[in-house]
Nanobody, 117 residues
């Protein structure tokens, strides 16, 4: 599975951005999708996720502001980000997960999101 993220950029606080992630390859093997982010000097953290079974999760810091597109085996997934804050500044990564005894994770290259105050 190959993932290609796009849509990052620079916005002012309160603005919006939509991140997109295009998937190719053995998409049928994917059970869950997610967006992660990593700010300078911080660990990568989960932003939002959705499973093929319809379970959606959000980090507390983005609840009510971000919306992940539902994963129904489609070839693309989006992350709609509204009311952006400076603390949302980070490199955002899309992720696809395959369940299994070991489990497999696929990652796209990050896309930079910068929010200025």
């Amino acid at each position: 599975v190959q993932l290609q993220a796009s849509g990052g950029g620079s916005v002012q606080a309160g603005g919006s951005l939509t991140l997109s992630c295009a998937a190719s390859g053995k998409i049928f093997s994917i059970n869950a999708i997610a967006w992660y982010r990593q700010a300078p000097g911080k660990e990568r953290e989960l932003v939002a996720s959705d499973t093929i079974g319809g379970v959606t999760k959000y980090a507390d810091s983005v609840k009510g502001r971000f919306t992940i597109s539902k994963y129904n085996g489609r070839k693309s997934m989006n992350l709609q980000m509204n009311n952006l804050k400076p603390e949302d500044t980070a490199v955002y990564y899309c992720n696809a997960h395959q369940y299994g005894v070991v489990g497999l994770d696929y990652w796209g290259k990050g896309t930079q999101v910068t929010v200025s105050s």
